[in-house]
């Protein structure tokens, strides 16, 4: 195989990877009716004068399948972890008992399942959307390839490759979603 066309290649599964694990991260946020610890992973607390990831200045881990615990490793940024959880408005109503927070996950309702299921969606969309543009990129970069001498037949073989990729990669992300929708609405 000509070396545009495997560095073609690569690029194109860079693409792809970026997006799959960006829909995961993405998903990992969202609650399920668990406790999870990637609930709070968007929270950042001022700690010494700059912001830092609340999972740089405590333990956050699960006590349950309903309860998180935060152990904060200076005393001191408990209640401004506590302030900044509350002002995330995830729905959580933390508890400080002075040395740690607790914070009671809730189980979701039926609304709060469908609204999570079309932000579940709406994720799935986006994803979609980074594998359509990096099909697109492919395309466009067997088509420079050709006008620099590459045989048509070798173009048409490597889209055809390409599409089957970007097939592939779509059913992963059906698979992800499903599975992520299920989660959801199990109660």
């Not at 700059?50 to 490793?73: E, K």
């Not at 005393?75 to 009671?104: V, Y």
């Not at 299920?182 to 109660?187: C, D, G, H, N, S």
Request: some cysteine; glycine content about 4%.
């Amino acid at each position: 195989m000509n070396e545009d066309v495997q560095m073609q290649f690569e690029i194109l599964n860079e693409s792809i990877d970026r997006a799959i694990n960006h829909l995961q991260k993405e998903l990992l946020t969202l609650r399920a009716g668990k406790a999870n610890p990637h609930m709070l992973s968007g929270i950042m607390v001022e700690s010494y004068g700059q912001m830092s990831p609340l999972n740089q200045v405590a333990n956050v881990g699960t006590l349950d399948a309903q309860t998180i615990v935060i152990q904060p490793w200076d005393k001191s940024l408990i209640t401004i972890i506590e302030k900044e959880i509350q002002k995330a408005n995830l729905g959580f109503n933390p508890q400080n008992n002075g040395e740690r927070i607790m914070i009671n996950v809730p189980p979701l309702t039926e609304e709060r399942r469908r609204e999570l299921v079309k932000m579940v969606k709406n994720e799935e969309e986006n994803c979609k959307i980074a594998l359509r543009s990096a099909r697109r990129e492919a395309m466009d970069g067997f088509k420079q390839l050709k006008e620099d001498g590459l045989s048509e037949d070798e173009q048409k073989r490597a889209e055809i490759r390409v599409q089957e990729k970007i097939d592939d990669s779509v059913k992963k992300t059906e698979k992800i979603i499903a599975e992520k929708e299920k989660e959801i609405m199990t109660v």
